[in-house]
């Protein structure tokens, strides 16, 4: 870094692109839109705490259940279009459970249908005279074919079997090789009998077979809407969860609430840069208005990292990016202090500069990699709240040590060059 002008350059372009990401309506990069994303406390949304029954798994570890609950049902979130949704698992007491957030969702009834469903899916035989089920001698008799020899399910419309709409909407599966051999068993046992269909305790459909069927293929008739089968069609899709789960908590956060969180932060975070802009000024007076001008970028460059990975924002998130302004000033209060030390030393200003960033760098290493470790056991032993706030936290942390020994020592170069 010999050429303080070129490398001030250098700083004003990264200060300048940062800024670009930061501008609302600024061009989007790497090919998608920049933008913040409002995490549940902040956008309003929708949050569900599902406990896990594992009474019935047997030798399965409860946490290996937990973790496949987690995945399926992330791709069940994922499948509604939530933008940001949070999937984790959690504890409810002593017992294993899942906590899904919902930002932006305030109609929870069809994701609470789709979410919370164990879809199980399972054909069933009829024994009896009746032959139907629901007659009194009548018996529902559980066959080997279940949702799990199910290759794919599509929702689609059968124009022979019309409704009032003019269709009539139907799901029609593709066994996979096993299942096929298995359904045309089943079909060929009970030529003339009724077959059933079940997901979860439900019944979806009720055939009378009228042949032994080959190739793999059937289908699920009798749907009152297009909607009703394509969900059933994605819960089939995506498989059953590995144990039976319950709801046990539902909460709401209004959108309203969310924006007035954003208002009184923002109003927090502006107000604690002014205090520290002042302390600044007043204090160190010229070298407070470079530790003045390294904050500025600073912030830019946390908010546009922030909008690149991209950072959920929450509400702790926001005290923690907050929280870090004062790590960033900190690093350049020692830098300022060294440096005033080497000047009572008669050393001339530009040895003395560079003799303030080499002694202080030790302790802006330490103090920096401790606060980094610390996020990171908040981040790893922590809830989704308390991540938010160490993720940010050490965005932030890493940052301030760029701008401090980098841009804050860029700046002062530039205006130090020819004093002795």
């Known amino acids: 870094m010999r050429n303080p002008f070129l490398n001030f350059i250098l700083v004003l372009i990264l200060a300048g692109f940062a800024a670009s990401i930061v501008w609302p309506s600024g061009p989007n990069y790497f090919g998608r839109e920049m933008k913040i994303h409002l995490g549940l406390d902040l956008q309003g949304g929708s ?69 919370g469903k164990t879809a199980q899916l399972r054909f069933y035989e009829t024994k009896g005279e009746a032959g139907l089920p629901g007659g009194e001698t009548s018996e529902l008799v559980p066959t080997d074919l279940t949702g799990a020899d199910v290759k794919r399910a599509e929702a689609g419309t059968d124009s022979q079997k019309s409704n009032f709409s003019g269709t009539s909407p139907i799901i029609y599966l593709e066994f996979n090789a096993e299942g096929a051999k298995k359904f045309q068993e089943i079909t060929k046992r009970n030529i003339g009998k009724v077959l059933v269909t079940k997901l979860d305790d439900q019944i979806i459909n009720q055939a009378t077979v009228q042949s032994e069927i080959s190739g793999g293929k059937a289908q699920i008739e009798g749907i009152e809407t297009l909607k009703e089968a ?129 002694r202080s760098w030790p302790s802006i290493r330490d103090s920096n990699v401790a606060s980094l470790i610390t996020a990171g056991i908040l981040f790893y032993i922590g809830s989704g709240i308390v991540k938010g706030f160490a993720v940010t936290l050490a965005i932030g942390i890493a940052v301030s040590m760029f701008t401090a020994l980098i841009i804050t020592r860029t700046i002062l170069r530039l205006f130090v060059q020819n004093k002795t």
């Open 47 to 115: 949050q569900l705490t599902y406990e896990i029954d594992t009474s019935g798994l047997g030798d399965k570890d409860p946490k290996n259940a937990q973790a496949e609950t987690v995945d399926l049902m992330s791709r069940r979130v994922d499948a509604l279009g939530v933008s940001e949704p949070k999937i984790q698992g959690t504890k409810i007491g002593d017992k294993y459970g899942v906590l899904v957030e919902l930002p932006g969702v305030h109609d929870i009834e069809q994701a609470k249908a789709i979410i």
């Open 230 to 358: 394509r969900d059933t069609a994605q819960l089939i899709n995506e498989g059953a969860l590995p144990a039976p789960v319950r709801l046990v908590q539902e909460s709401h956060v209004g959108a309203a609430l969310g924006k007035d969180a954003i208002e009184k932060s923002l109003v927090a975070g502006l107000f604690g840069l002014i205090l520290v802009a002042a302390f600044m000024l007043i204090y160190y007076r010229g070298l407070g208005l470079s530790a003045v001008a390294a904050l500025a970028i600073y912030t830019l460059l946390v908010i546009a990292i922030f909008k690149i990975i991209p950072v959920t924002l929450t509400l702790a998130g926001i005290a923690g990016f907050i929280f870090s302004i004062g790590v960033a000033v900190d690093a350049n209060i020692l830098v300022f202090e060294r440096f005033k030390e080497e000047k009572r030393k008669g050393i001339a200003v530009t040895q003395a500069l560079e003799g303030g960033f080499t």
